[in-house]
């Protein structure tokens, strides 16, 4: 099996909803090529907040989404699956993509065929981000990083 393709998204300014909206369109980026995705967020707040946010963040936008936990069923018929649990990537890691919002790396990232990790502009994020980064490369990947 190959490695995890891990890509760091990392912002220059510390704007917490920047951070969500390049979420977002990761999100409708993989949903658009027909993957299905995980999206884990750092608390319940966030995810209420990521939610929201997906239902507005471009006119034009579409994603069908839902939030976790739910019916197994409704979960398996939506593409993209959204939540804090730290068993969110544990459940839904048959999904082609996580994308990461949490401030630590999920456990069981090498089940995914990628990830696509947000790391915000200010220093906690920048600091969780570098420990991430190691985490993904101890691990055998070989983190990319995509400046915003």
């Not at 027909?34 to 707040?45: E, P």
């Not at 979960?75 to 969110?88: E, I, K, N, Y």
């Not at 990232?109 to 220093?123: Q, T």
């Not at 920048?126 to 915003?148: F, I, V």
């Amino acid at each position: 099996m190959a490695a995890t393709k891990v890509d760091f998204y990392t912002l220059g300014e510390p704007d917490r909803r920047a951070r969500l909206v390049t979420a977002c369109r990761l999100a409708e980026k993989a949903y658009d090529q027909g993957l299905r995705v995980a999206v884990r967020t750092a608390s319940a707040a966030e995810t209420a907040e990521f939610d929201e946010l997906l239902w507005t963040f471009a006119d034009r936008s579409f994603v069908p989404h839902v939030v976790w936990p739910t019916e197994p069923d409704v979960v398996a018929a939506t593409p993209v699956v959204v939540g804090s649990s730290t068993h969110l990537a544990e459940k839904h890691n048959a999904r082609a993509v996580l994308i990461n919002l949490a401030p630590v790396a999920p456990a069981d990232f090498s089940a995914y065929a990628r990830i696509c990790d947000v790391v915000g502009g200010d220093e906690d994020a920048k600091k969780a981000g570098r420990h991430r980064w190691r985490t993904y490369r101890d691990a055998g990947c070989a983190p990319e990083a995509h400046p915003l």
